[in-house]
């Protein structure tokens, strides 16, 4: 039982060519690259030379063929994404403002990805599941929250994990349903993601230790939470943290080093490393992943994150 399994939407995006690019304007734009939170987090587990796949939907489409090849090509089983030929594979639009926040387009609620569906999460699907990681981002439709329940009901009635990346997009957030299911997924967490000041958003509290507090009252038992360019800071019930700081790089494209960042986390979780080392290396994979323009394409091998840290080692923050 080692396998790393996520579910959720596997996307094309395109990006804006230009920083500052509005969307209600003509213009240039970079793609198809494929995307989706868990199809990135789950490319950069199989990049680690990983046992892993994915629960997910596309058309039947260029887009859907992208994705599926690149993931396979990377080691991710994708017996359980489907190919549907009555709906098109999601996409997403991004434009960088001057400041570097970013806003999103989605196309997701009407296509492929929101029919991920309970019955493809079977018994035989979960069997070898060591653990499930689950994004935020997944629980934008009725269907997707009631399959990704009933994995996680599944992972743990085996004696797996559940591992979460809360990774809350505003524009996201007006869904109701998503509300109850960020809280239903909480509470069956072992391992948290979220990055800064996401805990304090989605707990509702005053400061991040009454989060963090509340957290593990829940269950959850380790919060490592990501600092963009800063790093990352481990968190457990004991009290114990740690700051792992960053690597000093030039930023490209930000999209998708949270999911690499914790995607390494995870994925070397089965090994004998310490909690230092498997921060260090899931700094590596995030500071790689901001360097390329993509959000897929900054996934790192297990040899090119040895080589960024030898060649890094004298720079971190
Ligand atoms: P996203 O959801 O957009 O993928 P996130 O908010 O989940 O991002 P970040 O904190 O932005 O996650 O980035 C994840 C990790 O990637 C950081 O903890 C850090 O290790 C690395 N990282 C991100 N930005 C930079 C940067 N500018 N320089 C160096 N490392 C970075
Ligand atoms: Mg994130």
Redesign the pocket.
Known sequence: MSKIMTIGEVLVEFIAAERGQPFNAPGQFLGPYPSG?PA?FIDQVGRLGKSCGMFGSVGDDGFGELNRERLKRDGVDIEHIRVLNNATTGSAFVTYHQDSSRDFIYNITNAACSQITPNQITRDSLSDCQILHVMGTSLFSFRVIEATQKAIRGVKANGGLVSF?P?IRKEMLGLPEMRDALNYILELTDIL????G?LVTLLGTATEQQALDEVFRLGVNEVIV???????RYHDRSGRHID?P????E?CD?????????ATYIALFGDDLSIEERLRY??????R??TCMG?MEGASSMAELDEFIEQHAADI?
């Open positions: 939170a990135i990346d990774n993601l979220p990055s800064e996401e990501k600092l963009g360019s800063k790093g990352g792992a960053g690597f000093t790089v930023e930000p999209t998708g080093a949270g999911d690499c960042f914790g899931a700094n590596a994979a995030g500071a992943a901001v959000p923050h």
